[in-house]
């Protein structure tokens, strides 16, 4: 969604331009090589560039773990924190300062698990910050502990025969919290990517987008059932709004309702043709569909990307901002002075 | 009134008004305190209040007190109460062992009923007798039964005429104090602007209580008190909480940094939440996190972003936030750390108040972490060291822990309302743009090893701060063992240096003595009246009371060296007397502790220093 301020936002930095390499530090990336997290980080100084707010009005707040040190790497202002935090400290940030534009960098153990809460407040309290979870399912700065994304009996180094429970889909969690935007893109589909930030940009509240990223040491092939080149148009959906949900190698392919569920079928075949393909629609108040779109996990269902779920609501930060404003105005107050002096009981000692 | 035959002058009085929680006792302590203030006395305040919301009617544990203290010289609520109201049996009897010898009793007798007598475990129907009380010393007052009458043409119903028996006390206890109901009336009747009838209920019901002293009580003695003369402006009543809250906005103001808290609902620190929330009229942005955790890391991102940013809180939260409050040693980052003091460990005892965080506050951190702790003395001064917490946050790029405790938090004395000129400008370190052209480092100090503060939006100084070790000179992240402890030992330095910045320790009474009595925070005016009255009675002692723990005043080590005998007076086991024998090796430190969740009595303190120096 593409409220007002942000249209005249976009409007005042077309002038300026900004190049990727204007988001860029000059530290060097410390990934392992192979690792995902260096296309979402090349992804990210672009969308940022098309986004167009400076570098200097731009923060980028992560917790700890591999992905965390994305902001070391970004030319803005940012900080790099403690594990599970970074929700809470760009909740602060933002709210200080709703001027800037807040990104929140976050793994699936960071956000999800030692910042669950922090992440599930954060989306209920519809702070206007960009949610990047890079979701690898795996624990890699500590090498190799499962997350809360890990699949059931993932066999890690402390889950040796296999987990005994069952994961998150972040997805769920979003709308549990009563998110209103929700995107989802794989490390290696850039131009989708891409998209999705700057999507999340331009939505005014909070935006979470999970990236499925592949960890080459500890969790290789995380995504490949879904995101290998011969699979990924059987296994995933690019949903657009206004658009029909095809898929397939030929957009052959296509999601109809199905009693209270969801059902892929081939246009033309078993009756169904194209008008029974639904139009996707981000923007609709009510969850139900984009949920169950959200939870199609590629094996029966395609898996799907792009945005979701897009739904304007009223953002933290600024509701704090407008309380401020109208309660000063009506109370009107010089200084603490003037306010103690108009509130309390007081006399004068001559 | 009185002949005034029988007018006792005292130079201060304490009342202690107890009851059910829902009696209105403090509404009551409240105006009689205010009252008096307004007439030129100083007061202090205490309530005592149980940690169950609404216990019980009529049940021992349901009993709340709310003490005063008015009058001349008065630095604490008093050990104990020359007049106590009880609303009822339970409160008589929870309550007595506050009263002094010949101390008056008000009493409310219609309340002496079998199921009220047998909620309060009474074993007899004669609480007077059974407790011992000499009946010349207790007015046993028919409340219920004056305020039915005095309020049975008002239309009122029942339940809500007996609200009104705060009133009909507050009325005796004017009466009791040689003090005309006016300027009661006054207060009510500011109160009561808005709703005429209730004030015009409550004035008939102070007078009805005021005329029934007068006309059946002649014979006991009623007392007048002393005022003294104050510093002239304005006056009001202040409690520490409100008073905290106060400071942090009046540091907002002079250092022209927007006030962010980032707090969480706990006991006894809840109330400067909710007076920063009010304070969205002064531009206040207050919130409530979703944990303590999210309160200390929220004000961290405000903190980052250029505000003057607090988190406030108790004990427990103090140690959820400790790892919060390492990042912002390690980022330099200004922070206001409050913790409002409990009993401990653990939930303790949410209520009472106690000095046990201290070490925390010191050292409740992983890795060499140290940062500056202030206290503060007494209700008022917390609106002081608020300030001073703020402000050396602010000129020093550090996390700054204030300690308070559940007795000063909660208590009030009157305050005079600071004028403009009374506080000094807070000059915020910020990085300037000749400073950023010249290839500013964030971790660049100055020559106090302050770094600069360069706030998101301006240009040229983005940057980035995190938990990471930094190198020296670049500010990158570094793992290098030897620039580690050089770091280490900077940010150790930058704290030591802010002792050329504060005060230095103030000693009084006997200063010339060879004993001196030591506390710190909140004890301040238990050990103040407790140094006047040993001097008084031949015990010579010299007093000083610590405000600023880290770094130490500058001269406080070689002030205390002077002394034969160092008494530290505090309510935990020696947390405050460590630390100095610590940095006195040589030097045997006395101690006077006490962990009751309760304040010291004055009393206590004084036995406590004669038994040291009489051995």
């Not at chain 2, 500056?372 to 790029?397: G, K, N, Q, W, Y």
Request: charged share 20%.
């Amino acid at each position: 969604m593409v409220n007002s301020k942000d249209k005249s936002d976009m409007e005042n930095n077309a002038e300026k331009r900004f190049a990727p390499a204007d988001y860029k530090s000059e530290q060097s990336v410390r990934w392992c090589p192979g690792c995902g997290d260096h296309a979402i980080l090349n992804v990210l100084h672009k969308a940022m560039a098309e986004i167009g707010v400076a570098p200097k009005d731009t923060a980028v707040v992560s917790g700890i773990g591999c992905s965390s040190r994305l902001p070391y790497y970004m030319n803005t202002y940012g900080m790099h924190t403690i594990h599970g935090r970074a929700a809470a400290i760009a909740t602060g940030l933002k709210t200080a300062r709703p001027d800037l534009t807040v990104w929140q960098i976050s793994g699936d153990g960071d956000g999800l698990a030692i910042g669950g809460n922090h992440f599930i407040h954060a989306v209920r309290r519809n702070i206007d910050i960009n949610i990047l979870l890079f979701n690898n399912k795996i624990y890699g700065l500590t090498k190799g502990q499962y997350s809360p994304t890990s699949d059931r009996g993932a066999v890690t180094k402390s889950s040796p025969y296999g987990t005994t429970e069952d994961p998150f889909i972040p997805a769920e969690l979003v709308f549990g919290a009563r998110g209103n935007f929700f995107a989802r893109s794989i490390d290696i589909a850039l131009d989708t990517t891409k998209e999705v930030m700057v999507a999340a940009a331009r939505h005014k509240g909070a935006s979470v987008v999970e990236i499925r990223q592949n960890c080459v040491i500890f969790n290789q092939g995380s995504h490949a059932a879904i995101s290998d080149k011969e699979r990924r148009a059987e296994h995933t959906i690019h949903l657009r709004q206004g658009e029909k949900m095809l898929f397939g190698e030929n957009m052959e392919k296509g999601l109809v309702q199905d009693g209270f569920g969801l059902k892929a079928v081939t246009v033309g075949q078993d009756g169904y043709t194209i008008d029974d393909v639904l139009v996707h629609d981000a923007t609709t108040p009510t969850n139900f569909l984009h949920q169950q779109l959200a939870m199609m996990d590629g094996d029966t269902l395609p898996l799907a990307i792009g945005v979701i779920r897009d739904v304007e609501a009223l953002s933290y930060e600024e509701e704090v901002e407008h309380q401020v404003e109208s309660v000063r105005s009506k109370k009107g107050y010089k200084n603490l002075r003037d306010m103690i002096l108009s509130t309390s009981e007081t006399w004068t000692v001559e | 009134m009185l002949s005034g035959t029988n007018v006792k002058t005292l130079d201060r009085v304490v009342v202690r008004f107890s009851g059910d929680s829902g009696d209105g006792m403090q509404l009551a302590g409240n105006i009689f305190s205010n009252v008096s203030a307004g007439e030129g006395s100083q007061i202090s305040t205490f309530p005592d209040y149980p940690a169950e919301i609404r216990a019980p009617q009529g049940s021992l544990s349901g009993v709340s007190g709310f003490q005063v203290n008015v009058g001349k010289g008065v630095h604490t609520p008093g050990d104990e109460a020359d007049v106590l109201v009880a609303m009822n049996p339970a409160a008589l009897k929870t309550n007595l062992k506050f009263l002094k010898p010949g101390g008056i009793i008000i009493c409310d007798v219609d309340t002496f009923r079998p199921a009220d007598l047998k909620k309060a475990q009474y074993a007899t129907d004669d609480p007077v007798t059974e407790l011992g009380i000499n009946p010349d010393r207790i007015m046993l007052v028919p409340m219920t039964t004056l305020l039915k009458h005095t309020l049975e043409d008002s239309g009122m119903d029942p339940k809500s005429i007996l609200k009104c028996k705060n009133m009909l006390a507050l009325g005796l206890i004017c009466w009791l104090f040689d003090s005309p109901v006016e300027s009661v009336l006054r207060k009510l009747q500011k109160k009561f602007a808005k709703k005429p009838a209730v004030y015009e209920a409550n004035a008939k019901v102070i007078q009805a209580g005021w005329d029934y002293g007068h006309n059946t009580h002649s014979s006991m003695p009623t007392y007048r008190i002393e005022t003294e003369s104050v510093k002239p402006g304005v006056y009001t009543d202040v409690n520490g909480n409100t008073a905290t809250a106060w400071g942090l906005i009046m540091a907002s103001e002079k250092s022209g940094r927007p006030l962010f808290l980032g707090s969480y609902p706990i006991t006894p620190a809840t109330d400067i939440l909710h007076e920063l929330a009010k304070r969205k009229d002064l531009g206040v942005k207050a919130c409530q996190m979703e944990d303590e955790i999210a309160g200390v890391c929220s004000a961290i991102g405000a903190s980052y972003a250029g505000d003057l940013a607090v988190t406030s809180t108790s004990g427990p939260g103090l140690a959820l936030k400790s790892e919060g409050i390492g990042l912002a040693v390690m980022a330099e980052l200004p922070l206001v750390v409050i913790d409002v003091q409990r009993g401990g460990p653990s939930t303790g005892l949410p209520t009472k108040t106690e000095q046990t965080d201290l070490m925390q506050a010191l050292y409740g951190r992983n890795g060499e972490s140290p940062l500056c702790v202030l206290a503060a003395a007494s209700p008022t001064d917390c609106f002081t060291m608020a300030f001073e917490a703020a402000r050396i946050a602010i000129e020093h790029m550090t996390p700054v822990i204030l300690l308070t405790d559940a007795f000063i938090a909660n208590g009030s004395s009157a305050w005079r309302v600071p004028e403009e000129e009374d506080f000094p400008e807070i000059k915020p370190h910020y990085v300037d743009a000749n400073r950023v052209e010249q290839g500013w480092k964030p971790f660049d100090r100055d020559e106090n090893l302050v770094r600069y503060w360069a706030i998101p939006g301006t240009e040229g100084a983005m940057h980035r701060v995190g938990g990471l070790e930094k190198d020296i000179k670049t500010s990158a992240i570094s793992t290098d063992g030897k620039n580690h402890e050089k770091m280490v030992n900077i940010r150790r330095e930058k704290i030591a240096r802010i002792a050329d910045d504060i005060p230095e320790l103030q000693v009084n009474g006997a200063v010339d003595s060879d004993t001196i009595l030591v506390g710190w925070g909140g004890t301040y005016g238990h050990l103040f009246t407790a140094t006047e009255e040993l001097n008084a009675t031949g015990n010579p002692v010299a007093f000083a009371q610590f405000r600023y723990i880290n770094p130490l005043p500058k001269n406080a080590l070689e002030v205390l060296s002077g002394y034969k005998n160092i008494i530290v007076a505090e309510l935990n086991t020696g947390q405050f007397a460590d630390y100095l024998q610590m940095h006195l090796p040589g030097k045997e430190i006395l101690r006077i502790n006490k962990v009751e969740g309760q304040p010291f009595m004055v009393r206590e303190i004084v036995d406590g220093v004669l038994k040291h120096i009489k051995k």
